[in-house]
């Protein structure tokens, strides 16, 4: 993302960095605060970036926590699909690329003649750690 029309701008990549550098999901008012030393003031700076991030591919929307991580696949791997294990417990999140799965949901799509722009999974549970800890 270096070149050209694919460079990040200043504050899409000071939220990226907050993104990948975060220990879990971040909501945008917690990437206003972590930012605002870098010259961040309205949530709409915030917004904007996370907008062309999420555009790019770079980071993901959890809907259940209305809140952003990363995404852990840089070469664009999961291109319209993105599943998430989220653990209740401890807040970790756990990105994985299943194509199996991807293939299955595109031919189910296309059987309905149904245009799917992207798709994203979230699987709500517990970690194995969490799981182990609390003897579940």
Known sequence: MNSGENALT?????????????????????ILDLLH???????LQVYRALKKLRDAGL?????????????SHK????????AF???????????????AIGSHL???????GFNVKKTTIEILGACESCTTSSGV
Not at 37 to 43: D, E, Q, S, T
């Open 10 to 30: 200043r504050n899409e990549a000071a939220v990226f960095d907050a993104l990948e550098f975060a220990n879990g999901p971040l909501r945008a008012y917690e």
């Open 37 to 43: 030393g870098k010259g961040f003031r309205a949530p």
């Open 59 to 71: 980071v993901h929307r959890l809907e259940s926590l209305n809140a952003f991580v990363a995404c």
């Open 75 to 82: 070469d664009g791997q999961c291109a319209g699909l993105a």
């Open 85 to 99: 294990a989220i653990c209740e417990d401890c807040g970790g999140v756990a990105e994985f690329l299943d194509h």
């Open 106 to 112: 595109a031919s189910w799509a296309d059987k309905q």
